[in-house]
């Protein structure tokens, strides 16, 4: 079984994400679960605070780096297994589905770390072991990248998916830029438009030659 420890300011975002579909079936069938830890536990003083002014002036407030780091530590006292950190950031490794499959593959539970406000302390760099972008746009805080992140490994990890749906054939194994091929399910026209006439030809070969030529390597040139 997976551990996903996920840290954030706000607990009550992962509600609906992590207890639904494909998510809650792998928790039901114990192949992963989640434990989301509030980083206010780990704040100073009454007001249990966590963030500060940034050094050299500039807009908002950032994390601070102790609240993150006895996070990091409380997590690590909690298990005697690896466990991979990772902290999303705009300046991180863009994620693709090949870091994915590696996530999947490793023998490790996974600490995410969720960020708010203007950012954090880039001291805490020091103690992360991955840092992702989840793409080229800014959100308000690290729990959807944590989403992002959790979701597309779990999905991979045997037994989630069940035995009817393969995941070798979807978009991006091939590599990070391929997609898969369109699907269509009936009716076999609406509103004038058609089924290919090849997928309704009961011809495997043929069906399997027309999907390769469909693959959208377009993406390429990102
Ligand atoms: N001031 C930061 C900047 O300009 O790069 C943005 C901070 S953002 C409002 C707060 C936090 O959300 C970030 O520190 C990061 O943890 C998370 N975040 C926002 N966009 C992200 C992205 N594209 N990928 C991964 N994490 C992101």
Redesign the pocket.
């Known amino acids: 079984m997976i551990t996903f420890f996920i840290a954030t300011l706000f607990p009550e975002i992962f509600d609906g994400v992590l207890n639904s579909s494909m998510l809650f079936k792998a928790q039901d069938k114990q192949i992963v679960s989640f434990k989301i830890i509030n980083i206010r536990d780990f704040g100073f003083g009454q007001r249990k605070q966590v963030d500060d002014t940034p050094y050299g002036g500039g ?2 407030m950032l ?1 601070m780096v102790e609240p993150l780091y006895k996070t990091i530590l409380y997590v690590k006292s909690l298990t005697t297994k690896k466990i991979t950190t990772i ?6 490794k863009t ?1 693709l589905q090949s870091d994915a499959n590696k996530l999947a593959e490793m023998d490790s539970d996974f600490l995410i ?8 302390d880039e001291r805490i760099i020091n103690f992360v072991d991955k840092t ?14 944590a989403m992002v992140i959790v979701d597309s490994i779990t999905r991979l990890l045997p037994g989630v998916l069940g035995g009817e749906t393969s995941v070798i054939n979807e978009s991006f194994q091939l590599n990070d830029f391929t997609t898969e091929f369109p699907q269509y399910t009936r009716p076999e026209e609406f509103n004038g438009l058609v089924v290919p006439q090849v997928l309704l030809s009961g011809n495997h070969k043929k069906i399997a030659e027309w999907r390769n030529k469909q693959n959208d390597t377009s993406k390429n040139e990102l």
């Not at 902290?87 to 991180?92: N, Y």
């Not at 770390?113 to 954090?120: A, F, M, S, V």
């Open positions: 807009d908002g994390l902290l999303p950031t705009p300046r991180g994620y770390l969720c960020p708010r406000y203007e950012g954090y992702y972008s989840i793409g080229n746009y800014v959100l308000t805080g690290g729990e959807i990248p």
